[in-house]
T-cell receptor, first 113, second 116 residues
Framework: AQSVSQHNHHVILSEAASLELGCNYS??????LFWYVQYPGQHLQLLLK??????LVKGIKGFEAEFIKSKFSFNLRKPSVQWSDTAEYFC???????????FGAGTRLAVHP | GAVVSQHPSWVICKSGTSVKIECRSL??????MFWYRQFPKQSLMLMAT?????????EQGVEKDKFLINHASLTLSTLTVTSAHPEDSSFYIC????????????FGEGSRLTVL
């Protein structure tokens, strides 16, 4: 069955620390890849997406992600986190490039000042 | 960006009653809407795909008679939880893809259902 795995369920960082959240998926064909963020009390927002082309994707708020096809991974990174990055982050995959999304379990990030 | 709105944002009902949740695309037309369910501290689980003018496609394990979905127009999809029970209590989220189909989904703010 198709699945998305996020390795870290809960991450705690201090401001200015670097962030990397892991995401692996199981699907052998073409995929579209996404990272969504959910700030406390708010709805899901798209951080970045990968459809094709350059595997290093830059998103909003200084986030980036790298698609490594051989590893079935799409890890999210940010060089220096801020307190305002405290949120839950979801990796999602649309197998076959269709719109139906399969979500990972989410990673709850807490950034301390 | 495109806006998707859900109503109500939260609802409390008695066991055995039915509850309708609306999902509207406010500034774009959505041919396809998706309904997700999110349990506390868990990820979003896709329940069904709603296509305008046709029957919804339900994911395996989701009871279509329990969760009625109607997508009567390009801007509105509704989810009705019929004969609700406490185990139906959850956070229900809809998302929509626009006619231009850029591949990006726009999410509503979610509706929290509590069944007493």
């Amino acid at each position: 069955a198709q699945s998305v795995s996020q390795h870290n369920h809960h991450v705690i960082l201090s401001e200015a620390a670097s962030l990397e959240l892991g995401c692996n998926y199981s699907y052998g064909g073409t995929v579209n890849l996404f990272w969504y963020v959910q700030y406390p009390g708010q709805h899901l927002q798209l951080l970045l997406k990968y459809f094709s082309g350059d595997p290093l994707v830059k998103g909003i708020k200084g986030f980036e992600a790298e698609f490594i096809k051989s590893k079935f991974s799409f890890n999210l990174r940010k060089p220096s986190v801020q307190w305002s990055d405290t949120a839950e982050y979801f990796c999602a995959v649309s197998p076959g490039g269709y719109n139906k999304l399969i979500f990972g379990a989410g990673t709850r990030l807490a950034v301390h000042p | 960006g495109a806006v998707v709105s859900q109503h109500p944002s939260w609802v409390i009902c008695k066991s055995g009653t039915s509850v309708k949740i609306e999902c509207r695309s406010l500034d774009f037309q959505a041919t396809t809407m998706f309904w997700y369910r999110q349990f506390p501290k868990q990820s979003l689980m896709l329940m069904a795909t709603s296509n305008e003018g046709s029957k919804a496609t339900y994911e395996q394990g989701v009871e279509k008679d329990k969760f009625l979905i109607n997508h009567a127009s390009l801007t509105l999809s509704t989810l009705t939880v019929t004969s609700a029970h406490p185990e139906d209590s959850s956070f229900y989220i809809c998302s929509a893809v626009g006619l231009d189909n850029t591949g990006e989904l726009f999410f509503g703010e979610g509706s929290r259902l509590t069944v007493l």
